[in-house]
């Protein structure tokens, strides 16, 4: 069984995401530019730091709307460097910035985040790391593979022995149907 589905399913921070969001397909646009943040937030820190940040995150960062962080200037980048409940730190909320901005081409050639992600599906990890190191700034293996498990398109969020393994498993997730 994964780590994490030992110790998440009943742990106060951890319990809701493991329960009702991670490994499970997404297709919002907003909520995959959330977790592609979050993911480059949690980069060096522990998860659990980015989950107790999250709400403080969500609300420094327009709940995440990609226009609205796109179109974000100088005065919101020391407006966020400035707000001690959010993980301050320059290069990521740069790259959280920049890709934002990306997204806004990516919906103009794809009509949206989650398009762009089901038209190279399905690939190979390395692929996917490749693809999204050329398109987006501040990724890496790390970041790119959590952030693909997240959303159901990489397998290996669930140990095949939870009980969320399953429920996800009836969603046909992108990975269940390559």
């Known amino acids: 069984m994964s780590n994490y589905c030992k110790i998440a399913?009943?742990?106060?921070?951890?319990?809701?995401y493991h329960n009702t969001e991670y490994g499970f397909p997404v297709d919002d646009d907003r909520v995959l530019f959330e977790r592609l943040a979050l993911e480059i937030m949690q980069a060096g820190l522990s998860?659990?730091?980015?989950l107790k940040k999250r709400q403080s995150l969500n609300k420094a960062f327009d709940r995440?709307?990609?226009n609205k962080v796109a179109a974000y200037d100088e005065r919101d980048m020391r407006r966020l460097l400035a707000d001690e409940g959010i993980i301050r730190n320059r290069l990521k909320i740069r790259a959280i910035?920049?890709?934002a901005q990306v997204l806004k081409q990516?919906?103009?050639s794809h009509k949206s985040f989650a398009l762009w992600i089901d038209a190279h599906h399905p690939r190979p990890k390395d692929?996917?790391?490749?693809?999204?190191k050329s398109t987006f700034s501040f990724m890496g293996g790390?970041?790119?593979g959590e952030f693909l498990m997240s959303i159901g398109y990489?397998?290996?969020a669930h140990a095949k022995t939870c009980e969320i393994y399953n429920h996800i498993h009836r969603l046909r997730p992108p990975w269940d149907r390559q």
């Open 9 to 16: 399913p009943d742990h106060p921070v951890h319990a809701s």
């Open 47 to 50: 998860w659990e730091i980015v």
């Open 64 to 66: 995440f709307s990609i």
């Open 97 to 99: 910035v920049h890709n």
């Open 106 to 108: 990516v919906k103009k």
């Open 127 to 132: 692929d996917w790391v490749k693809l999204f």
């Open 142 to 144: 790390e970041i790119v």
């Open 154 to 156: 990489l397998p290996g």
